[in-house]
């Protein structure tokens, strides 16, 4: 009777701690509008429980385009957006949105501009179709930046940019030959550089200034419950931390060829390396990368022109006067400054072993 006693207050026991728990976790849902490597420290965060382990009761949902997850951020129907934010803040700058970047994991390119065979040199690409996820997006923001480094000009030079869709989308589409050329991860490269197709440009190598996978939340969110983003922020740098330590380079490695849907374990190996190669391992937001996507998109979007990129970080002082201050001065965000200066960041790689 004893033994039946002690297991039954157990399982009460557990079942208590389960509720308050559950009680005391807070629902939220983050979107991201991308699916490569850079995504894998979200996806981590939520199966291994990161999120959970910091009171969030996490949905992770794919949004199709980074537009659609503005609209649905600015909207409220979720609470943080993981995508290539560069193009997206100042886009809904422009249009009144006040949506910020807490955080950017990653501040130069490491993809391709690939081509199918038979276009050899960046010439070839007039009067031929770039592929892009969006109009807008951070993927459409890639191939701007690439046109512009090897000379091109879409209008200028009869280049047709489609939206076709994520980049497994645009690999089978360069395939069937929908479209002639786009920007694609290493990861995706390789398989389509056995077919023949060409490396028209290295952006890796090219060093272009820019911001890339982003954390984006709404300034009233971000007021309102400071605490949220600081937990969400704390699980995602765990799920960097964890996909960086190479003792989990298996469980990192069958959650890329999962959740990227490759079996060619060298191609998954590729997007493992752009991980530990790109992604930066304190991520604060680049002002000059997000000077240089400024410009860009003002030429294009007039409106943009009227917003200063230091306007969408966000700063880490609610004075208004910081309106004033030099952006250089004010590009640190405050959560994740705060997060730094207490050493949690720090902490966190030594112990993962991360160097």
């Given amino acids: 009777m004893s033994v039946i006693f002690a297991v039954t ?12 728990a559950a009680q005391s976790s ?10 490569n490597s850079r995504v894998v420290p979200l996806w981590i965060a939520q199966e291994q429980g990161f999120f959970a382990r910091n009171g969030l009761d996490a949905e992770v949902v794919f949004i199709r385009t980074g537009p659609i997850l503005i ?22 700058a422009a249009s009144g949105a006040d949506v910020k970047l807490i955080a950017a994991f990653t501040s130069r390119f490491n993809h391709d501009v690939v081509a199918r065979p038979g276009i050899t040199r960046p010439q070839d690409l007039r009067g031929k179709r770039f592929g892009v996820q969006s109009i807008g997006g951070g993927m459409w923001m890639r191939a701007m930046l690439a046109l512009e480094h090897l000379g091109l000009e879409p209008e200028r030079d009869g280049i047709q940019v489609l939206v076709v869709g994520d980049q497994t989308i645009l690999l089978q589409a360069l395939d069937t030959g929908t479209i002639d050329v786009a920007t694609l991860d290493k990861v995706f490269t390789s398989i389509l550089k056995q077919k023949g197709f060409s490396i028209l440009l290295d952006l890796y190598h090219a060093n ?3 911001i890339g996978m982003s954390a ?12 949220i983003v600081e937990n969400f922020l704390k699980a995602t740098l ?8 190479p003792e989990n380079k298996t469980t990192v490695l069958r959650t890329i060829m999962k959740r990227l849907k490759i079996t060619d374990p060298s191609a998954a190996e590729l997007a493992y390396l752009d991980i530990v190669n790109i992604m930066d391992r304190k991520p604060f937001p680049s002002l000059d990368g997000l000077r240089n996507v400024h410009r860009l998109y ?4 007039p409106r943009v022109a009227n917003v200063k990129p230091e306007d969408v970080i966000l700063y880490s002082s609610r004075d208004p006067r910081v309106a004033n201050v030099k952006p250089e001065d004010v590009i640190d965000n405050r959560i994740l400054n705060k997060l730094d200066k207490v050493g949690f960041i720090d902490e966190l790689y030594r112990n993962y072993g991360v160097k």
């Fill in 298 to 301: 003002s030429s294009r979007d």
């Fill in 208 to 210: 272009v200034p820019m």
């Fill in 9 to 20: 207050l157990c399982a009460l026991l557990f079942l208590c701690s389960s509720l308050k």
């Fill in 238 to 245: 765990e799920g960097l931390a964890f996909s960086l330590s």
């Fill in 71 to 92: 609209s649905a951020l600015t909207a409220g129907r979720i609470n943080v957006g993981y995508a290539a934010g560069e193009a997206l803040v100042l886009a809904a």
């Fill in 26 to 35: 807070t629902k939220i849902i983050i979107g991201h509008a991308a699916v």
């Fill in 216 to 227: 984006l939340a709404q300034k009233s969110s971000i007021e309102k419950r400071p605490e």
